[in-house]
């Protein structure tokens, strides 16, 4: 049917042009024609074409400008134009291409030379179009099954304090204790899955409010409590060089979910590579800037320094994904922090975070 197939807009002063340009297009395109640069300005708002073939050289509105017109309306920036010229020098190209331009076909035209440019641009546009949907759809997944998922996690979290009010032993409130944290745990999860994406993308909606960095770490320090009398380490924390006290807060902007994820992912990392019978020395700092670091006496794999902070690293261990150091780097970068990472056999590896005042 003619409605679905791809539609054309062909721009040329000279008729005859227009004439070879459509006999050779009208079998399998729908197609447009003007002959001045203001009335194929009007038919682009109103059609939304697939594809514009553009001639360069008009009287009054040449191509150039009318290919600047039509990237700077938010209707009409995403048509793909191939530009119709006898221009063939570097320069030309080049302010075809500044212009807004995908491709060129020369005058006079090569039969097999347009129906291949048109045939691969507009299947471009195609695939294009579609990896938008498909991205879409797959936001729009994400944030139901964040909100589905999180109505009976509120159960999980809940119910179990609620219970340890009863007459129970000091380990059912021990296990209780760990459901519930685990709930915590998917929650944050969900919370972050969407958010990671749209740091990739560019579009985090990144909000700071003041947020206590040493409770964030007293609070995963009690997560992992057992792991850590498990390796026998010992962990150090502090403030400007001095020890913290129960008084002690750590006080900088950023999102609290943003921190919890982005600390308990480095703490777990850090622990899992220190030995036995060694401190984690976690060191907190607002001189010139807010500054985070974590220490440990395990080393990096020498293989994986150089790319330690890329997607799909890994060092092999059994459940790693490789994104965990990845996200780390997303997360500080959204927040307007550094990230940076030294590691030796001799010295260990020191994971250092920078925040701007």
């Not at 049917?1 to 459509?22: A, F, G, R």
């Not at 947020?211 to 502090?238: C, F, G, M, P």
Request: aromatic share 6%; glycine share 6%.
């Amino acid at each position: 049917m003619n409605s679905e197939k791809q539609k054309i807009l062909i721009v040329d002063d000279t008729p005859e042009n227009l004439d070879i340009l459509q006999g050779l297009l009208q079998n399998e395109y729908k197609l447009f024609a003007a002959t001045a640069g203001k009335i194929a300005l009007q038919i682009a708002k109103k059609q939304i074409p697939d594809l514009i073939l553009l001639d360069i050289m008009m009287p009054g509105m040449d191509g150039y400008e009318v290919c600047r017109r039509l990237k700077a309306d938010e209707s009409t920036k995403v048509i793909p134009i191939i530009f119709i010229t006898a221009k063939v020098k570097t320069d030309d190209e080049i302010k075809g291409f500044e212009a807004g331009g995908v491709d060129y076909i020369t005058k006079p035209f090569s039969p097999p030379a347009v129906l291949a440019r048109v045939k691969a641009h507009l299947a471009l546009k195609r695939e294009k179009s579609l990896l938008i949907k498909i991205m879409q759809l797959k936001e729009d997944v994400e944030r139901i099954t964040r909100h589905d998922l999180k109505n009976p996690l509120t159960v999980v979290i809940n119910y179990p304090k609620i219970i340890a009010k009863d007459n129970l032993t000091e380990k059912q409130i021990e296990q209780l204790e760990k459901i519930s944290t685990a709930g915590i745990k998917l929650l944050h999860m969900i919370d972050l899955s969407l958010g990671l994406y749209k740091m990739e993308q560019g579009t985090y909606p990144f909000k700071p409010e003041p947020v206590d960095i040493l409770q964030i770490i007293n609070d995963i320090l009690h997560e992992k409590r057992h792991y850590i009398q498990s390796k026998h380490a010992t962990i150090s924390i502090t403030i400007n060089g001095k020890p913290v006290s129960d008084e002690s807060c750590f006080i900088i902007p950023g999102e609290e979910l943003l921190y919890y994820s982005l600390l308990a992912n480095l703490f777990k990392n850090a622990l899992e590579a220190t030995p036995k019978y060694q401190t984690i020395k976690i060191t907190l700092a607002d001189a010139d800037d807010y500054s985070i670091s974590i220490h440990n006496h395990g080393a990096v794999p020498d293989g994986m320094r150089e790319t330690f902070f890329e997607k799909y690293t890994t060092s092999g261990k059994q459940g790693g994904t490789g994104l965990g150091t990845y996200s780390a780097k997303l997360i500080t970068e959204t927040q307007g922090g550094s990230i940076t990472m030294e590691s030796s056999e001799e010295t260990g590896t020191l994971i250092q975070l920078s925040f701007p005042k």
